[in-house]
């Protein structure tokens, strides 16, 4: 199983971001998916969540309203659109996978990507 994520780089404040997830070696559809980020020094954080179908979305408090997630199953793919950015958003993004339902806990994921930088400068 492959995760691939791209699409990170350096933004100003106030800027938009899409972050791209592409999976491969899994039955995409039969997965949730999810976005973790950890900033240097910090712990990995929940940052969104996208049911299999993508019917179903859930977000961290510190970023509803400016982040939306969602996929496309027929390309294997999820994304994170990221707007409003602000310096507090810089970090590491990880895209996640498991089965079933979403969940905030990162021990509950069975795949990783290897992670795209975001920095947010003010």
């Known amino acids: 199983v492959q995760l691939q994520a791209s699409g990170g780089g350096l933004v100003q404040a106030g800027g938009s971001l899409r972050l791209s997830c592409a999976a491969s070696g899994l039955t995409f559809s039969s997965y949730s998916m999810a976005w973790f980020r950890q900033a240097p020094g910090k712990e990995r954080e929940f940052v969104a969540a996208?049911?299999?179908?993508?019917?179903?979305?859930y977000y961290a408090d510190s970023v509803k309203g400016r982040f939306t997630i969602y996929r496309d199953n027929a390309k294997n793919t999820v994304y994170l659109e990221m707007n409003s950015l602000k310096p507090e958003d810089t970090a590491i993004y990880y895209c996640a996978a498991k089965v079933n339902w979403y969940s905030r806990q990162k021990r509950e994921y069975d795949y990783w990507g290897q992670g795209t930088l975001v920095t947010v400068s003010s």
């Open positions: 996208i049911n299999w179908s993508g019917i179903s979305t």
